[in-house]
């Protein structure tokens, strides 16, 4: 039963927690404390080492790469947790499990977002009652399956529509198979974390339609919840931005060229570097066009397609979406079915 709301009154957002979930928040504190006490070490005792600079600007490069789209789709977020009801997402949403998870995977054509914006947007879908399999092709699809993408790419290759249409099909592809399969293998309960809701009880599912607030209070209201998305999931992204810094200036790119005489290792390689590079979905093309006359087309198709599904930032923001099995059942799923895809493509090459 849904909570009266008093004629004349309006809902306001205020924030809820859960008392079982104190003791993974000071876990989450203390481990936050631990990663400034390691920046302010770094700082005072190695600011002037050639690496700690080659650090900063790796780590720079990637936050700020990534921080628009992360603000924009924060408040994207936002709009939709107060203006589209449950309801509605779920009118929109095909009944069929098969044709949900299709037409999720090509939302991108009409949504284009890159890789961090899209996680606080399927974040609140989740929500507002978005399937699980839906949700996940949506997540993955939708930072290749995008006109913005698609374009970077015909760009980076001199317009070749076989790199293009392969990097769209494959991003597709590999988006409705790991739909199906987390949709078989999981429940909405035991994949999802406990999602923050602004509002009491049912009443937050259709906010919409709570109370006659007029339209510049409720931008205010979605801004607040996109403001509140963007400090939740940022934290994850300056954790994962930072590791990938960092392994970039551990790991010259120089001593794994040896690799590059197996294709099939060079498939390998360019897959763990788009994980640890970070790269967003509109410029990693640029980078993988660098490969052309060292690798093969598969290899620099496996770098396009598993990195805006896959990478340091990703798996860190990952963590506030999802529970630690999905997490490794999607990141191990996701990273086979890629280097699967590639020894198809590098066969069909020969």
């Known amino acids: 039963m849904k909570p009266s709301v008093p004629e004349g009154q309006t809902v306001r957002p205020h924030a809820h927690g859960s008392l079982s979930a104190a003791p993974a928040m000071r876990a989450s504190v203390l481990l936050q404390f631990a990663f400034v006490a390691i920046l302010a070490i770094l700082i005072v005792f190695f600011r002037d080492a050639p690496p700690f600079a080659t650090l900063s600007i790796t780590f ?6 990534a921080l628009p789209f992360m603000l924009l789709g924060a408040a994207i977020g936002g709009l939709i947790e107060v203006f589209i009801s449950k309801g509605a997402i779920l009118r929109i949403v095909p009944a069929g499990r098969l044709s949900a998870i299709l037409l999720a995977a090509a939302m991108g054509m009409v949504f284009p977002v890159c890789e961090c914006a899209i996680v606080p947007v399927v974040r609140r879908l989740f929500g507002k009652g978005l399937p699980l399999g839906a949700g996940i092709a949506f997540l993955l ?3 290749i399956v995008n006109p913005l993408v698609l374009l970077s790419t015909a760009v980076a290759y001199g317009n070749d529509l076989t790199v293009v249409i392969g990097r769209l099909a494959g991003g597709y592809l590999i988006a409705v198979v790991m739909g199906l399969l987390i949709d078989r293998c999981f429940t909405r309960q035991s994949a999802l974390v406990e999602i923050p809701s602004a509002l009491p009880g049912a009443a937050h599912e259709n906010f919409a339609f709570v109370g006659p607030a007029g339209i510049r209070t409720k931008i205010g209201w979605a801004m607040q919840h996109g403001a509140a998305d963007f400090l939740d999931i940022s934290r994850f992204l300056v954790f994962g931005a930072f590791t990938a810094g960092l392994l970039q200036t551990l790991v010259a790119r120089g001593e794994l060229v040896v690799l590059f005489g ?3 290792v060079s498939i390998l390689f360019m897959m763990i570097l788009a994980v640890l590079l970070s790269l967003c979905s509109e410029a ?10 060292t690798l093969p087309l598969a290899a620099q198709m496996a770098f396009m397609v598993l990195g805006p599904m896959l990478d340091l930032k990703l798996i860190a923001m990952y963590f506030r979406m999802f529970k630690k099995q999905l997490i490794l059942v999607l990141s191990t799923a996701t990273f086979i079915g890629v280097f699967s895809m590639m020894l198809v493509i590098l066969w069909m090459g020969r």
Not at 60 to 65: P, T
């Open 262 to 264: 197996s294709p099939i």
């Open 284 to 293: 990693d093309a640029f980078v993988a066009a660098s490969f052309r006359t």
């Open 60 to 65: 720079v490069s990637i936050f700020l790469e």
């Open 141 to 143: 699809g939708g930072p």
